[in-house]
């Protein structure tokens, strides 16, 4: 009954033979999740938990995005709450969820704990994005389906491996300590579009935290709380295919296939827009436009009619009208309530068709315009194409530089790939300005 758990738990605590491509996609990540999380300190959602957490005067264990510090596990429910408000965060369709900014922030609290080098840091991170990888695959689409939010759910579980790995816990221990974020674990999709759903991946970094604090100090919890009877995934509509959750653990990093964003939006926007792209769809010109996209997407991303830049975030006809007009999707200030009231936008979007179509998996979408003179144009797009390592290094380190700046970001990206401590990379996650 405990094969999933107890697997995750001794891949967890053992030795781990990284790969040099999930090293750099690891430091990738770790940029690009500071990167958007300065960027988002000033969204209300950061300010809000911020000060709440600030107020209550804790103990400054570890650094928050913006300014201050605060205890371990209230430092990750701020900094995973931050560094999704913008929704601009890496994402991995393995189980549609984003794991870095459930995992990183509960990494680097407990790492800066512990006195951790950066190193160190770093590969807890990976164990702990592929396990929540993995967890998500064990739980499978209906999970999702059925309304849980991955990033929250499966993203405590990655959370919490990174913590007890970096607390040093034994893999007794840390699967008492995934017995006890399943209590914990939560998140729902009816939060897309509001400040709840950023708040549920603070909630996931937090319980990770948590639970591997009380696991330390000798808090008993059941082992079997994730496949037992009355477990995580039987009273979360979880298939528990535990082969596709542990096929290849310790071989293959499935982390290594994560997907970065290039648009400031939904990821399930993505193949659209950059199958725009390649199209001509300047508005003057633009009769129609069709969109074909997996029917997963449709209860995600398809508002009709959005009137706040929140919402914009999860719309097609929303940012493809944003697109044909001239708004730029990749900039943060192209998701405003004044663009979502653009006369120009609300007549385009208007004219934007979104279908379901069950032969396009969710990393794929069909656009098809019809332009005022009678031609007809047509792409489609892929998220999993192929992107090298050295397209994605640039593409990841480019986006950096224009949500943080030039010089900053080359400094986290040579400590990053130099060495470094916890403390060290943390000092980046303060904003003077």
């Known amino acids: 009954m405990t094969q999933f758990s107890s697997s995750l738990a001794a891949f967890t605590a053992g030795p781990v033979t990284t790969t040099a491509a999930a090293r750099l996609v690891t430091a990738l990540s770790a940029l690009d999740w500071i990167s958007v999380g300065r960027a988002g300190v000033k969204e209300p959602v950061s300010q809000i938990t911020r000060d709440m957490v600030l107020g209550e005067a804790g103990a400054g264990q570890s650094t928050l995005f913006g300014s201050g510090a605060a205890p371990a596990r209230s430092a990750a429910l701020v900094n995973g709450t931050t ?56 739980l499978g689409r209906d999970h999702y389906q059925t309304g849980f939010h991955q990033t929250a759910t499966a993203g405590a579980f990655g959370a919490a491996a990174a913590a007890a790995r970096l607390a040093g816990l034994n893999s007794e221990e840390i699967q008492m300590v995934l017995g006890l974020t399943a209590t914990r674990a939560a998140g729902l999709k009816v939060q897309f579009g509001t400040m709840g759903k950023p708040y549920n991946a603070g909630l996931a970094a937090s319980a990770g935290v948590e639970a591997t604090e009380l696991i330390k100090r000798g808090f008993v919890s059941q082992p079997e709380a994730l496949e037992g009877a009355f477990g995580f995934g039987a009273t979360h509509h979880g298939q528990q295919d535990v082969q596709a959750g542990l096929d290849g653990i310790g071989d293959e990093w499935l982390f ?5 964003k290039f648009h400031a ?88 068709k979104v279908e379901a179509d069950e032969s396009l998996s969710e990393t ?65 996650l303060t904003v003077t300005s």
């Open 265 to 352: 939006c939904c990821h399930g926007l993505h193949a659209a827009l950059e199958a725009a792209r390649t199209l001509d769809i300047a508005e003057p010109e633009v009769a129609e436009i069709q969109v074909k996209t997996s029917p997963r997407w449709m209860s995600v991303c398809n508002q009709i009619a959005p009137t706040t830049g929140l919402g914009a975030k999860f719309s097609y006809r929303t940012v493809l009208a944003m697109r044909a007009i001239g708004y730029d999707t990749a900039k943060l200030e192209s998701y405003s309530d004044n663009v979502c009231a653009d006369p120009r936008l609300i007549r385009l979007r208007d004219r934007i």
């Open 83 to 138: 560094s999704h408000a913008l929704d601009y965060d890496d994402t991995h369709f393995a189980h549609i969820g984003h794991p870095s900014v459930a995992v990183f922030p509960a990494a680097l609290a407990m790492g800066q704990v512990h006195n951790k080098p950066l190193v160190d840091v770093l590969e807890a991170a990976l164990v702990g994005m592929e396990v929540s990888v993995r967890v998500g695959l064990w």
């Open 364 to 428: 794929e979408a069909k656009l098809t315009i019809l332009r005022r003179d009678g031609a007809r144009l047509e792409a489609h797009h892929d998220l999993q194409s192929p992107l090298s390592l050295s397209d994605r290094e640039d593409r990841v380190r480019r986006k950096a530089k224009l949500l943080i700046g030039n010089q900053m970001a080359d400094e986290i990206w040579a400590m990053l790939q130099s060495g470094g401590s916890a403390h060290g990379l943390a000092k980046y």
């Open 256 to 260: 290594e296939s994560v997907s970065h």
